[in-house]
Structure formats: structure tokens, C-alpha cells
């Protein structure tokens, strides 16, 4: 059976990589497996054909055969424990890096996206231009541990893992708000998972999606 994910039929990042299919197009390309992509629109997101895939009606999903996934770390973890290339063999480094996996979405990434709400959901409201600069103080103490555990590093722990995988995809959402640029490592650490063949591959997928003039 041919692996199925779903995508926006129209990124909202217009393809620049940050939309969550990101994450698994990556993985899959980091374990080599072929897959198939089904655009979903944003009405069609709500539907309950979608809705019956993804319960709170987002992307992406995975379908494999029987088996039906959504959230990307859930997706990326299984990805991962079945195939080689995301998680080392030995036990100890494995759970370790399953651990990175889960700091990035549950300790690194929140902040993140509160900036992008306070910018951009909630930037009309009166209180939003003192809340700003208390989000990004936030995202900046998460980066100033995570900057101190990585140090001159390449990875998190060893060689590239899912945990660096889902650590990058978090940190590209901060490229357009100039942190990012404060910590030297960090970009440097995001750079190098850009340069990926994988995430090259994932990234021009996504983008030849976007990069097509909409349908009518």
C-alpha cells in the first residue's frame, strides 16, 4: 500500500516550508519511502471525510493501509520506530532522542506559536502591543537553554535523529521574527537541517504545490 498524506491544497505560508506536512515529508524522505499526497482546501477540512481522518480538522494525516494517523510527532515517531535512519540503535540514545522529539513540540514550540498568534490573531487587539514583547522574552529564555545544550554541537545528541528533525521544524517558524538571528548556534543548527537532501526534497515538493497558479 502507497503511503497518503494530506496537505493544503493552498499553504497559507504560500509553500515556504512551515506548514506541519513539512514535517512529515521530511521524515519520510529521511527513511526513504515513497508516499502520495491528497490537497485538502479549507472547506473541505471541515468536512466529515476529512474530519472522520484528523477529529479536530487540520493537516496533515497519514494513511498507511488501515492504519490512519494525525499530529506530526505521533506520525513522525512511527515513521521513525519503523523504518531506520531517524532513531539509533542503541536503547538508550533512542529514547533520548524520542525525548528531543517531545521538547520540541511540547516545551520549544508553544511560545512559537503564541508569537504568531499575538502577531497575527490578535494584533488588533489594544492590549497586543504589551503582550508582544513578554511572548518574545519567552521564546528567547526556551532558545537560551536550548542554545546552552546544544553548544558548538552539530545535533542535540550525536548523530541527525527525529529529534532534530521536529527541533528545526519548530525553530523555522522564529526565521521571519529576527530571534532566531540572536542565537548564533541555533541558526546555524537550522541551517544545517535545511541542507538536508531530505529536507531539500520535501521543501521542493511543497513548494511546486504552491508555486502553481490557484485552480479558475
Known amino acids: 500500500m502507497t503511503i497518503i ?7 497559507p505560508d504560500g509553500g515556504k516550508g512551515l506548514a506541519r506536512d513539512t514535517r512529515v515529508r521530511w521524515a519520510l524522505e529521511e527513511v526513504g519511502q515513497p508516499y502520495e499526497v491528497r490537497l485538502v482546501s479549507f472547506h473541505a477540512m471541515k468536512e466529515p471525510a476529512h474530519l472522520g481522518l484528523h477529529p479536530f480538522g487540520q493537516i496533515p494525516t497519514y494513511e498507511d493501509g488501515d492504519l490512519v494517523l494525525f499530529e506530526t510527532g505521533a506520525i513522525v515517531l512511527h515513521l521513525a520506530e519503523r523504518h531506520a535512519g531517524l532513531l539509533p540503535d542503541d536503547t538508550n540514545a533512542r529514547a533520548r532522542a524520542i525525548t528531543w522529539m517531545f521538547a520540541a513540540l511540547n516545551t520549544v514550540e508553544p511560545p512559537i506559536l503564541e508569537l504568531v498568534t499575538v502577531k ?3 494584533g488588533d487587539k489594544p492590549w497586543s502591543t504589551e503582550r508582544l514583547p513578554l511572548v ?4 528567547r529564555h526556551r532558545l537560551d537553554q536550548l542554545s546552552a545544550r546544544l553548544g558548538e554541537a ?24 529576527g530571534i532566531l538571528d540572536e542565537f ?13 537532501p531530505a529536507y531539500r526534497r520535501a521543501f521542493a515538493a511543497q513548494w511546486a504545490i504552491n508555486a502553481k497558479p490557484p485552480a479558475g
Request: charged share 25%.
Open 154 to 177: 552539530d545535533w542535540l545528541d550525536g548523530a541527525f535523529s527525529a529529534g532534530d528533525l521536529m527541533m528545526v521544524s519548530v525553530l523555522l517558524r522564529l526565521r521571519l521574527s
Open 120 to 122: 497575527f490573531l490578535e
Open 5 to 11: 498524506i494530506t496537505a493544503f491544497e493552498r499553504s
Open 184 to 196: 548564533p548556534n541555533l541558526a546555524a543548527y537550522v541551517a544545517r537541517g535545511e541542507a538536508r
Open 136 to 139: 518574545r522574552d519567552r521564546i
